[in-house]
């Protein structure tokens, strides 16, 4: 049979305490003592020295201490900057948050660094911030190098708490003139995006009420690499001309367009001439092996086309282009178009279309620029939609520039010349630091 408790204790406590004669002390729960008075009814009365409850005493008075915070985000962020990213992938993503990273610790931004790894399939052995990293977000600004399609997971990653009390600043990239509705998700909890180019600048503005600000990279590296010690390694011909495309597999290959530098070499030059050459250089083959077949195949007839399929490190792409003579990018759109910067940087002519991201560094006086048509994409080109357009380059004049950089040599040097005074005045670790203090000074984050 069960007992009935009631609130001052249970029926057995209440009648052992009247056999003895005296009734239990009742623990109270308030800051009052109830007492009882001859002639009076029972009343409450504040509880002070006078009034002592037999209770007994702990051997140590124990003090309960504050509880430390178990992360920054319960304290008042200090002034600074936390840059999640792709910063330790070996590919293009990676390479421009590492830009930014570069560029704040150059001009003495407090910041620290959230290597980001989910949605993101490249090598991540790129270390060369991982003495910045950082498990939580102490500073004030979470300045985010992660795309508006990825942001959904970049939440789902941090937390709700991560972003909190803090300004989210997005740093997105996008190759075309209208921005997919899919990425409108990603606005939901920045403050203002930030871009590396006035044509991304432009192209978001238009989807959204934000701020949109342009806030370019900074480039600096060591180029210094023994030309003919990395031909050889690449199996590479060491007395031969050669001509770069990079691409990554991931980044769709319709848009970087390997094909079209193929075909206006292919144009150019005859299969058999031992004097000239074309290295392609893949990023993530694995990630396409049906479309890096197609790419063996075109290049089987051509004993000059040389194809690079692995991984290399960000030190041996340096290398790589420097041991090559031109880098040649004949892209349908780029949002910024990282590598014909980095070549321009070491001083090597770049034939590129002149159009979309790359035009903030690239003009007829210090690249070989090459015209285009504006068409509409179609359909099967992966993330991009069949009605948005993009630039269709001109390969015949391609070709005519790879003839020519081929055989003029003091052309060759003044193209290539006045590329790299651009990029190293331009690009630089203090101007792109410089503009990310002066925005962050504006919004008294800094």
């Not at 962020?77 to 830009?99: D, H, I, Q, S, W």
């Not at 498990?135 to 795309?147: C, F, G, K, S």
């Not at 959204?208 to 590479?236: I, M, N, W």
């Not at 058999?272 to 195949?297: F, M, T, Y």
Request: hydrophobic share 35%; aromatic share 10%.
């Amino acid at each position: 049979m069960h007992r009935r408790r009631h609130r001052n204790g249970s029926k057995t406590q209440k009648t052992t305490a009247k056999r003895k004669g005296k009734r239990k002390p009742v623990r109270q729960t308030s800051l009052h003592v109830k007492r009882k008075r001859k002639g009076k009814k029972k009343s409450l009365r504040p509880l002070t020295r006078k009034h002592k409850l037999k209770r007994r005493r702990p051997q140590k008075s124990r003090k309960r201490r504050p509880a430390a915070a178990s992360s920054s985000r319960t304290a008042q962020p200090a002034a600074g900057v936390n840059l999640v990213g792709y910063t330790r992938a070996e590919m293009g993503l990676g390479e421009g948050a590492r830009f930014l990273a570069r560029a704040m610790d150059t001009v003495g931004i407090p910041f620290g660094v959230n290597n980001f790894e989910l949605g993101n399939s490249a090598r991540m052995e790129d270390w060369s911030w991982a003495h910045r990293e950082q498990a939580d977000n102490p500073y004030r600004v979470n300045l985010i190098h992660i795309n508006g399609d990825q942001m959904r997971l970049v939440r789902e990653h941090y937390g709700e708490e991560f972003f909190r009390n803090r300004y989210n600043i997005g740093y997105w990239a996008w190759e075309l003139t209208e921005l997919p509705e899919e990425w409108n998700d990603g606005f939901t909890w920045l403050h203002e995006i930030w871009t590396p180019s006035p044509f991304v600048r432009d192209t978001i503005a238009k989807s959204t009420a934000l701020p949109v600000h342009y806030v370019p990279y900074g480039l600096q590296f060591d180029s210094t690499c023994d030309r003919t010690e990395v031909r050889s390694r690449l199996a590479l011909p060491w007395h031969s001309f050669l001509f770069l495309v990079m691409y990554d597999v991931n980044s769709t290959a319709l848009r970087k367009n390997p094909q079209g530098a193929i075909e206006a070499f292919k144009q150019a030059f005859a299969p058999a001439d031992p004097n000239v050459g074309l290295v392609v250089k893949i990023n993530n083959a694995q990630s396409n092996s049906a479309e890096v077949d197609q790419l063996r195949a075109a290049l089987a007839e051509y004993p000059n086309i040389f194809l690079i399929e692995q991984t290399l490190s960000r030190s041996d792409v340096y290398a790589l282009i420097d041991s090559c003579d031109v880098f040649v990018s004949l892209h349908r759109s780029e949002g910024f178009g990282s590598v014909m910067a980095e070549s321009m940087y070491l001083g090597k002519p770049v034939i590129g279309t002149l159009w979309s991201g790359n035009t903030s560094f690239m003009n007829p006086e210090n690249c070989c620029a090459v015209g285009y048509t504006l068409q509409e994409i179609g359909e099967g080109a992966g993330p991009y939609k069949a009605h948005q357009i993009w630039a269709e380059p001109d390969l015949v004049q391609a070709a005519g520039y790879m003839q020519r950089l081929a055989a003029d040599e003091p052309w060759r040097r003044q193209v290539a010349s006045a590329g790299q005074q651009t990029i190293r005045s331009l690009l630089t670790p203090e101007a792109s630091g410089q503009a990310i203090r002066q925005r962050l000074t504006e919004l008294g984050l800094l």
